[in-house]
């Protein structure tokens, strides 16, 4: 994706998760965005695309492209506008998840594991399909939280939603896009290491790789804040 269409996709995006742009409600046409975007409608369409990946629009020819509902957002993510927000969103959930794949790898259940397990091998499998990779990921640290045995811990991740996912994604890089390949695998790998930790039984490696890859996540986030 170009500089110029992810400019585009963040505006919209911050409107669009906002509020600002309710769901139901017809993003501008295409000339109205190349006019205020002083960008050619091929940049316009490239980011509008984007959109529709993503999940957040969906377009009817000859009718526009109509905003959708957003995955569920808490009352506490509703707060959740500036970057500052979304690395200190990263802070806690390092602290909650962390502890909680600790707990996973010593009570989890022969059950619960299928379930990330499961979880895990739709995530693969979904790859780098933006508009179902957010609920896909979000399974999967939901499955982990329920294998705490705490129902704290999955009562709140369960609140937060796949909002705690798609909020950290819209303020990354287009290099670290969920399209890039070689992004994809590492993530994937992060994944892989937290199950493998929780079906050996090992807390310190199971909050050890939950660290790794929301630190990772952290500092890619922190690495691209805007100046």
Do not use: C, W
């Amino acid at each position: 994706m170009s500089n110029l269409a992810y400019q585009i996709v963040e505006e919209l995006k911050q409107q669009i998760l906002s509020g600002e742009i309710a769901p139901g409600s017809r993003l501008p046409g295409e000339k109205s965005l190349v006019e205020e975007f002083g960008v050619s409608r091929t940049v316009v369409r490239e980011a509008v695309s984007r959109l529709q990946a993503a999940g957040l629009v969906e377009t009817f020819q000859g009718r526009g492209s109509f905003v959708l509902e957003v995955p569920e957002r808490t009352s506490g993510l509703r707060e959740v506008r500036s970057h500052q927000d979304v690395l200190e969103l990263m802070d806690f959930r390092i602290g909650v998840e962390t502890e909680a794949a600790g707990l996973a790898a010593s009570r989890r259940t022969v059950y619960q594991l299928k379930g990330i397990e499961r979880a895990l091998d739709e995530y693969r499998r979904i790859g780098a399909d933006p508009a179902r990779s957010v609920e896909a990921d979000f399974t999967f640290h939901l499955k982990v939280a329920v294998a705490s045995g705490n129902h704290f811990y999955s009562d709140l991740i369960a609140d937060l939603g796949p909002m705690m996912i798609m909020l950290p994604r819209t303020r990354l890089d287009p290099a670290y896009e969920m399209s890039d390949p070689d992004h994809l695998t590492r993530v994937i790998h992060e994944h892989e290491n937290i199950h493998a930790a929780i079906t050996h039984t090992d807390p310190d490696a199971a909050r050890a790789a939950m660290r790794v890859h929301l630190s990772n996540t952290r500092h890619r986030l922190q690495s691209h804040q805007p100046t």
